[in-house]
């Protein structure tokens, strides 16, 4: 399985972003599929999660009401939204894929393949 993150850059404080990860692999049949991100010097932040079945989202309180999440119905690509962007959001996002449902899908360590990431820069 592999997953490419894309559509990072530059982007204006006050803006959007959307991000696409692709997806790739014989039989590719995640269970979760999540966004994250870390900044320089921080920890790696669980920013929301997609059941890849029946699409239910699950934001981290923090993103809430500022991010979307969705995936296309061919189940090869996920999206992430972001709106309403500030410096604070400069990161590097990376998508994750996690096979199975038997632990807190928010944490990184449970989740089996990564994309390379993206970075993103929010200029004020």
């Known amino acids: 399985v592999q997953l490419q993150a894309s559509g990072g850059g530059l982007v204006q404080a006050g803006g959007s972003l959307s991000l696409s990860c692709a997806a790739s692999g014989r039989t590719f049949s995640p269970f979760y599929m999540a966004w994250f991100r870390q900044a320089p010097g921080k920890e790696r932040e669980f920013l929301g999660a997609?059941?890849?079945?029946?699409?239910?989202?699950d934001y981290a309180d923090s993103m809430k009401g500022r991010l979307t999440i969705s995936r296309d119905n061919a189940k090869t690509r996920m999206y992430l939204q972001m709106n309403s962007l500030k410096s604070e959001d400069t990161a590097v996002y990376y998508c994750?894929?996690?096979?199975?449902?038997?632990?807190?899908?928010?944490?990184?360590?449970?989740?089996?393949?990564w994309g390379k990431g993206t970075q993103v820069t929010v200029s004020s």
């Open positions: 994750a894929a996690r096979m199975d449902s038997y632990a807190d899908w928010r944490a990184a360590r449970n989740y089996d393949y």
């Open positions: 997609l059941n890849w079945g029946d699409r239910v989202t």
